[in-house]
């Protein structure tokens, strides 16, 4: 009987999505990858992770038993059925789940960066279409593209009129990733793990990687831009290139 695989829902765009990718990917973990689109895709991913959810959310790992809907549960699912240099060793395990949390807490105030800008580009909204839509009926749909938008906002409770707020965050996490890496680079824990990948995708909200990694269209590529962070932190934006580099494959 042939192992069905398993099957990953991802937001493309998004660094949770790339965080459970990079993982499952360096351990050689197969899976069939589902393309979401939010706001319009909403019914579709309740149907595939099941009920009884307060919120759908992704990435979302598909098994045949159970719907793992946290990139840190997805992570430690590689870990433990894949194959390869550990990501999460057991020893430094409570280290990761720390850069993991500040990951999380800080890419909440760049998503909320980011859905800001978005809101005030009607380019980057069309770009976030099904590329399956027709051209000639895109501009039509430029009032669902904003309202779902919206409708994004609101499902993840972001505080979009606290712009400089969500900065200080940003930087704050980011100066303390350029300490870190001050006393052990090029990796946070003296060799390549999970904590890597968190927080060199920190900086996908401040300045996006190739397109040969994360295909964004140019107006949607401005939004997940901050200029000034951007040329305060090239040398942090220099470590994440170079992690991509040399761990992983466009």
């Not at 991802?10 to 973990?29: F, N, Q, Y």
């Not at 909403?42 to 595939?48: D, M």
Request: glycine share 4%; aromatic share 8%; net charge positive.
């Amino acid at each position: 009987m042939v192992e069905t695989p398993a099957r990953l829902v991802v937001l493309r765009p998004s660094p949770w999505s790339e965080r459970a990718r990079w993982a499952l990917d360096h351990h050689h973990v197969e899976y069939e990858r589902i393309e979401h689109t939010p706001f319009l895709g909403e019914r579709r991913l309740r149907r595939l992770i099941g009920s009884g959810r307060r919120r759908a959310t992704v990435p979302a790992l598909l098994l045949p038993d159970r719907a793992l809907t946290e990139s840190w549960d997805i992570a430690l699912y590689a870990e433990r059925h894949g194959k390869g240099t550990p990501l999460i060793p057991a020893e430094r395990a409570l280290e990761v789940r720390r850069y993991n949390d500040l990951a999380d807490r800080t890419m909440e105030a760049g998503r909320a960066l980011v859905t800001r800008a978005l809101l005030a580009s009607p380019e980057a909204q069309l770009e976030a279409l099904p590329p399956e839509v027709p051209r000639r009926v895109r501009r039509w749909l430029a009032p669902l593209t904003r309202l779902g938008t919206r409708w994004f906002a609101h499902k993840y409770s972001l505080d979009l009129d606290d712009a400089t707020g969500q900065l200080d965050t940003v930087r704050a996490a980011l100066l303390g990733l350029r300490a870190d890496l001050a006393k052990s680079s090029p990796y946070l824990l003296g060799t390549f793990t999970y904590a890597d990948i968190v927080m060199a995708l920190l900086l996908q909200a401040i300045s996006p990687v190739p397109n040969e990694y994360i295909r964004l269209g140019a107006a949607s590529r401005r939004c997940w831009t901050q200029p000034a962070l951007a040329a305060e932190f090239a040398d942090l934006i220099a470590w994440r290139d170079l992690l991509y580099e040399r761990h992983r494959h466009p």
